[in-house]
């Protein structure tokens, strides 16, 4: 019987003998519940918004999640994920492979095809996804750190 089956039915019996059941009729109910159980695979349900692994597709998913927890607004959170998927787009390997140069090679690219401000904002949102993968010790240091904001006039 698996791990989950035996869980279950201690937990029932628990909940029987609590409920001043006769031992009868716990060993009763028990025999009952392997029985009916027998044709079926029980496993454990898990609760975690995204499988914890480092697919970008996954680790977007789950920086997207975490910054919500965080009380950021919607805006926000599409803005920085337009951000990282613009990069993404252009880098075209896993996110936690990226370098300094990879990172400014587009921050270039991009400025040719949005505003200068909209560029640093687009700077921003990868600098924050960055400092989360750190953070999160998905990856040990962060290529963003030596880029500085974007001057735009005002």
Known sequence: MSNCKETILMKMK?????AEYTPEQV????????FEMADFDVVAQTREIVPYDYETENLIKLYQA??????LVQGTVNNY????NSFREFFG????????LDIRMWLAQDQTKV??????????GLLCFYNWLVAEKII???????????????
């Open 66 to 71: 975490v910054l919500l927890t965080q009380g």
């Open 140 to 154: 040990t240091s962060n290529p963003m750190t030596p880029i500085k904001p974007i001057k735009y006039p005002e």
């Open 27 to 34: 060993r009763s109910i028990t025999d009952m519940m392997i």
């Open 93 to 100: 390997r896993p996110l936690t492979e990226a370098t300094t």
């Open 14 to 18: 628990a909940r029987l003998i609590d």
């Open 115 to 124: 505003s200068l401000r909209t560029s640093d904002g687009h700077r921003t």
């Open 81 to 84: 994920t337009i951000a990282i």
